[in-house]
Structure formats: C-alpha cells, structure tokens
C-alpha cells in the first residue's frame, strides 16, 4: 500500500497544500530510496539474533507510524525528512521476508509464497484505488484534506496488521505453535532433504526439539529418505543455521557471486518499470482525460490480470522448477506494451498499453527475486546476497521517480523510452544469467 499511498496523495492534493513545484515531489520520493537502500543489508544481518517473527511485525509498525504522521506533514522540509525516515523503517523488509520464507519452505515451494505476497502488490493497486477514492471523500473531517486522511487511515491500518502478525508469526518451523510435535519434525526432515547441509535447522536459535538427521547412504546417491534420531537442545547436533555465526568472510562470498549482480541488474530494469508505473499510473490516467474519483478508478483494472498471472506463473514456476525462462517470456509483453503507448495516438490505445506494461512486469518479480534463496549456501551467504540484490536493484528507484513528469503529459514518451530501454537491458541481463 506504501506506493499507493504516495501516487494518491499526489493528485488529491499533496503538492497544492504542501507548496511543491518543478521536481520537488520527485526529489522526496528519491530520498526514500537513500535510506532504504543503506538499511537493506544491515537489516538481514541482525535478523537471525532478533528473530524475524520480532523483527518484520517491528519495521512494519515504524513504517505504519511514520507514514501516520506523513499525514501531518505541511511543506517541503518536513515531506523530504518524512520520506527519509519512512525508506529507514521500510528497507529491511522485503529481503526479510525473502530470507524468512527461504527457511520456511523447501526450495521449490518458495516461489508460490512470494508469488502470492508479491500479488498482494497488484492487489493494493486495484483495490487500493477504490479505498483512496472514498477516503479523498473525507476530504474537510478534522480540517484535514482528503490525501492527510490517506496516511493517517492507511498508517495506522498497518500497525494494527502488524501487531496482528507478531502473535501468529513462528520464530521458525521447529516451534511454530499452529503445527504439533509430529508436524514441525516432518516438517525440519522436508526441509533438510530440500535444502541439504546448506540448511539443517531453522533460522532462530534451535528450538526446544531438533532433529539429528544425516542421509542414509545406502538409498542410493539421490538420499532421499534420511534417518532421525530426536535428542535435547542442549545435545543437537545442527549445522550451519543454527550455530554459524557472522563473519566478514560469509559476506564476501555473497558479494563475489556473479549470479547476484546479475540478477541484481535485471531485477532493477524490473523495479524501473514497476515503481514508475506504480508511483505515476494515476498521472498517466490523468492524462488521458480523466480526474480526482474517475482517474483513480480507471486504475484499478490494469492490476486485474497482472495480479492472476503472477499468482499462475509463481505455481508454474515451482512445478516445473523455472525461474529464468518465466521471465524471458513475460518481459517482453512488457516491452510491447511500452512501445504501443509510445507510437499511440489514441487514448484507448494508451490506456490498452498500460495493461500490457504490468501484465508483462508483475509475474517476473517473485520469479527473480527466488533464485538467490535457491541457490545460496550458508545463512550470512544467503542474507548478503538477498539483501544486496534489493540494494543494487532499488537504485532504479531514483531513476523511476523522475522518469515521469507533467511536461511530458498526456503521451509521456520520454518515460516510456526510458523505462522501455531499462526493460530490455533486464531481459538481456537475465538472458545471460539462465
């Protein structure tokens, strides 16, 4: 809901009452960018010792609360401090939740749960759209304008979700209080076969019951059945997970693999287009003659099917255990819809185009963003090379948000060449990867 809050606000009134002019909006949704980029690796680094079921309900309440008091903010200064404090709270949770999910499920489960988070994006999108449109309604309650109540109602709706989350998130699968006995060992064994010595306990301290499992060589070279023998915590035996502890060498090792800078590439040709359709979509719809109440709800059905089909493409993924070659066939519906709404001449053609750009761009995300927890060794390895994809790839942030502006109104053929040039650079940049 966080980009929609802000491309709301936009055209209900933010800059008017906040007295912005030229590129100031752009330059405050930049500065999000600087922190969120800074807290991203820092963030996975510390979430093994505060536990991720802790951690993640904790910066989703900080980033509720600032973007509550986003609600109160009255000119430039203040937005621009607002902004900056909100990327603090926010970075650290995405490549949290990546790393979390990575312990919780075996390596060809995993894209389907990203897939129906990252779903939840296009979700917000659609249904977010017809929320902003009543909450502007409110516009005057409290001598306060439509787009405050934005980020007061939407604010403070996510800290209640995450004060919810804290209670019902298990720190790891060995203690996750909605399973029994029997079910978290079944449980710790799938994910011991799945993930092998990479990963042999679960993310937090060991739990009250581990499991000592070692694959029976004479199943043949596959060992897929092991042998378990339950012992106490102070006697189990775990590997890497559970007992490795941080160093600088672990690091390196996720700063030297050339799949992260790879996917990491293609992933921010990815975000370019994403954020820039995310944050500007209402612009562009405003463009094409529409206004207030009418222009946001001529956003919500170009997220329709972009949120079916990145759902559809995560279950095919796991089935067929794909990731790159998903994202070699969906990208360039995505580059198809940029170069009809460049060689457009109607606004029907314009608005046709905006559903091929996020049908083409929202199924790639979880499919990109779950090839480095499938293919990393180690808990550090792995929170490196999570949280530096995310850092290298948000940098397309600062290109997104200035590469839409009112100049360029109604065609905006200069952001979608650019936008559509970075598509193609995170097609070739996958190419090579796969």
Known sequence: MGLLVKRTSRIAGLERDTHLHGTQFNTALAVFYVAYILVELPSNWVLKRFKASR??????????????????????????????????????????????????????????????????????????????????????????AGWRWIFILEGMATVLIALTSSIFLPADIGTAKFLNHEERQFALRRLMISHGPAMTAPLSEPSQRITRAEAAPELGEKGEEIKTEEVPMEEALVVDQADEKFEWGEVMRGVKDPQVWM?????????????????????????????????????????????????????????????????????????????????????????????????????????????????????????????????ISNCGGFIATFTYDSSQAPTYIRGHSITLAFVVVAWLAMLCNV
């Open 55 to 144: 951690w993640l309900p904790f910066l989703v309440a900080l980033w509720g609360t600032v973007t509550t008091l986003s609600g109160l903010v009255h000119n430039y200064s203040g937005l621009i401090a607002i902004r900056f404090f909100l990327g603090f709270c926010e970075g650290g949770l995405l490549p949290g939740i990546m790393l979390y999910l990575s312990t919780l499920y075996e390596r060809h489960e995993l894209q389907q749960r990203v897939g129906i988070f990252y779903a939840s994006a296009s979700l917000s999108g659609a249904f977010g759209g017809l929320l902003a449109t009543a909450i502007i309604k409110m516009d005057g309650i409290g001598g306060l």
């Open 263 to 391: 996917t990491a590439i293609s992933y921010m040709g990815i975000i370019i287009s994403l954020y820039s359709f995310s944050l500007f979509l209402p612009t562009i719809v405003s463009g094409l003659g529409y206004s207030g109440g009418a222009a946001q709800l001529h956003t919500v059905p170009p997220y329709v099917p972009a949120v079916v089909l990145t759902v559809i493409v995560a279950v095919a993924s796991d089935r067929l255990k794909w990731r790159g070659p998903f994202i070699l066939m969906f990208l360039p519906i995505s580059m198809a819809g940029y170069i009809l709404a460049i060689a457009a001449t109607t606004n029907t053609q314009r608005y046709i185009a905006v559903f091929l750009m996020a049908t083409g761009i929202y199924p790639c995300g979880p499919c990109i963003l779950s090839i480095l927890p499938n293919n990393s060794a180690g808990h550090y390895k792995k929170a490196t090379a999570v949280a530096l994809q995310l850092a």
